[in-house]
């Protein structure tokens, strides 16, 4: 009952090539995320492996809330970066200043760390609703209401409050999608997929 999508986990055998598991052993919280934020992106502390926010908004309760006029926060050494789908050096965000920018922010030690990163293109626009298929040949998702929506390599994924990757998602799942551009041409910046246990 405690073991989730995105664990890290170490598995124990009895014998070395055995495939039944004796003993899993979950690796505390350091997936887990604190919180997840967006806010416009000032890129004064790059240099520092910091990132400042302003204007920051937190996301609670199925939607984005006042938090912070400033935020700055440490990133990891191998922060991810993301804009439109394609990855991005750490040295090229301050061509990015001022754009709207989304954290997934992880517990390190007691201090929070960014550890992935997207960089908003277009126009945002928040659904809710449950996934009913997915293409993964496509890389896209229909909801219930029957909007079809893309990811990418850069879509931020949470799932049980924990970072997963894209294989994680699965028809019947209620999701809260924050989605990049308009008309039919839009793809997902974060799918927030709300709690569900393995059982």
Known sequence: ?????????????????SAII??????????????????QLDVSGIANNDLILKDVKI??????RDYKNTLQINHSPDLKVFYQGQPLSKNNMKLFR?????????DFFGRDRAERAVIKN????????????????????ELANKR????????????NNRLVDKYSISPGSDAFVVVDGRGSR??????????????
Do not use: P
Not at 1 to 17: A, C, K, P, R, T
Not at 22 to 38: A, C, P, W
Not at 98 to 106: F, I, Q, S
Not at 122 to 141: H, R
């Open 98 to 106: 001022g754009k709207t920018v989304y954290l997934a922010v992880t």
């Open 59 to 64: 996301f609670q309760n199925g939607s984005w």
């Open 122 to 141: 277009q126009y945002e626009t928040s659904i809710s609703g449950k996934i009913e298929e997915v293409n993964w040949y496509a890389e896209a998702f």
């Open 22 to 39: 004796s003993r899993i052993k979950i690796q505390g919280d350091s997936i887990k995320i604190k919180g997840l934020y967006k806010g």
């Open 186 to 199: 839009i793809a997902a910046d974060v799918v927030y997929i709300y709690d569900q246990g393995l059982n």
């Open 148 to 159: 079809n929506i893309s990811f990418n390599d850069g879509t931020i994924f949470v799932k």
């Open 1 to 17: 009952s405690n073991l989730y999508e995105g664990d890290m986990v170490q598995l124990y055998f009895d014998e070395i090539d």
